[in-house]
C-alpha cells in the first residue's frame, strides 16, 4: 500500500488527500452522521466534508470533539447554502457555531448559483447576472479570511467557462474546486484548467453515487477491466476508485458508513501505469462518458434554475458529456 502526502493548497496550507463525505443522501443524519464520524475516526480519516445544505454541521462538530483528537489533527470543510449567497458572513458564522470549532479549514460556495427561500430553493430562481451573482459572493467570501477563522475559500460545481470568469474579478484565486469525479467522469478538461491555474479539483461521489431504480448501464464500478484491475492487485472496486483518484493528483471524498469499508477506502494502494491507463480509458467507450449523480437530479438539463450550460458543464441533459 502507498503513503500518500497531503496536497499542498495554493496558499501553502495542506489538505489530506482523501476525506470522508458526509451528504447521507438527504438533508439531515442525526445519530447516524455522528456514528459515521467517529468510526471514521477511528479508521484513521482526519477529513471531514460536510455543508450547511447537509443539515448535519453539529452531528459532525460534536464528534470530532468527543473523539479527544486534537483540533489541529483534523481537517474540515464545510460549505455557504445557496439561499445566504446574500449574507455570506452570517451564513459563515452560523456553520461556525453548528460545528462548534474554533475555526474552518475550508469554505466552498457550494453552487455558483443563489436560490431563494432555503438551499434548495422555493419561489423563483435567481438567474446567472441577477444579484447576486457568484462573483459578488465570492468577493463577500474574500472578507472572511481577514478574521482569521477560515484557513482556505473555495467553490464547488464551477465548470470551465465560470472558473475563467470569476478569476478575471477574484483578488484571490480559490485553493480548491470541488466537482462530482470518477472514471466515467474524469473531468480532464476541468482538471488541466484548474491545474493551471493553481487550483485542486476535489472529487466528491468518487464512488459513483448511489444507483438509482431501473437503471441498468453499466458503470465503472461493473466494468470489466476495473473489475480485473481491482482482483488482481487484491484490493476493492472502492479501493481501486479512491486510489485511482488520489494518484491522478485529485483529493477524493468518498462516503461510507460501514467500518470495513472505510478502512479500505482510506487504504491506498499504488497502481501501476497499466492499471492507471485502463481506468482511464473506461470513460473512452461508448455511452460511457457521463454523470452518475448530477443528471437525476437535474433531469430536464437545470440545476437550481440555470441549465448545465450556464453552469459551464459539457453535459446534456441526460448527463452524458458533449463530445
Known amino acids: 500500500m502507498a ?8 496558499n501553502g496550507t495542506k489538505i489530506p488527500p482523501v476525506g470522508m463525505g458526509c451528504w447521507m443522501g438527504g438533508v439531515g443524519g442525526g445519530e447516524r452522521v455522528y456514528n459515521m464520524c467517529l468510526n471514521a475516526l477511528k479508521a484513521g480519516y482526519r477529513h471531514f466534508d460536510t455543508a450547511s445544505g447537509y443539515g448535519n454541521e453539529k452531528e459532525v462538530g460534536r464528534a470530532l470533539r468527543d473523539s479527544g483528537i486534537p483540533r ?11 439561499h445566504m449567497h446574500h449574507a455570506v458572513a452570517e451564513a459563515f458564522e452560523q456553520s461556525l457555531r453548528e460545528l462548534d470549532l ?17 438551499f434548495l430553493g422555493e419561489g423563483p430562481g435567481i438567474g446567472p447576472n441577477e444579484s447576486p451573482t457568484y462573483l459578488e459572493t465570492w468577493h463577500e467570501m474574500e472578507k472572511l479570511l481577514a478574521g482569521g477563522k477560515v484557513k482556505s475559500i473555495g467553490i464547488s460545481n464551477f465548470g470551465i ?9 477574484a483578488n484571490i484565486v480559490p485553493a480548491v474546486n470541488q466537482v462530482e469525479a470518477h472514471p466515467n467522469l474524469p473531468q480532464a478538461k ?17 464512488l459513483g453515487g448511489v444507483p438509482v431504480a431501473n437503471d441498468t448501464r453499466q458503470t465503472f464500478l461493473n466494468h470489466p477491466g476495473f473489475v480485473g484491475v481491482a482482483e488482481r492487485l487484491g484490493i476493492t472496486p472502492g479501493q481501486l476508485a479512491v486510489s485511482w483518484g488520489v494518484q491522478r493528483g485529485t483529493s477524493v471524498v468518498p462516503k ?19 492499471d492507471m491507463a485502463v481506468v482511464d480509458a473506461i470513460h ?8 452518475l449523480v448530477m443528471h437525476y437530479l437535474g433531469s430536464s438539463g437545470t440545476l437550481f434554475g440555470w441549465t448545465y ?15
Not at 489541529?72 to 445557496?82: F, V
Not at 476541468?190 to 476535489?202: D, P, Q, R, V
Not at 473512452?284 to 454523470?291: A, I, T
Open 72 to 82: 489541529d489533527e483534523i481537517y474540515i470543510t464545510t460549505k455557504l447554502p445557496n
Open 309 to 323: 450550460e450556464q453552469l459551464g458543464w459539457e453535459m446534456n441533459k441526460d448527463g452524458y458529456v458533449l463530445q
Open 284 to 291: 473512452k467507450e461508448p455511452m460511457s462518458h457521463r454523470s
Open 256 to 274: 461510507s458508513e460501514n467500518p470495513q469499508r472505510m478502512k479500505a477506502n482510506i487504504t491506498i494502494a499504488k497502481l501501476g501505469e497499466e
Open 161 to 169: 467557462p465560470l472558473v475563467e470568469n470569476l478569476l478575471k474579478y
Open 3 to 10: 503513503t500518500i502526502a497531503p496536497f499542498v493548497l495554493n
Open 102 to 118: 474554533e475555526y474552518i479549514d475550508l469554505y466552498l460556495m457550494h453552487w455558483p448559483q443563489a436560490t431563494v427561500g432555503s
Open 190 to 206: 476541468l482538471k488541466a484548467f484548474c491545474e493551471s491555474k493553481g487550483i485542486l479539483l476535489e472529487a466528491y461521489s468518487p
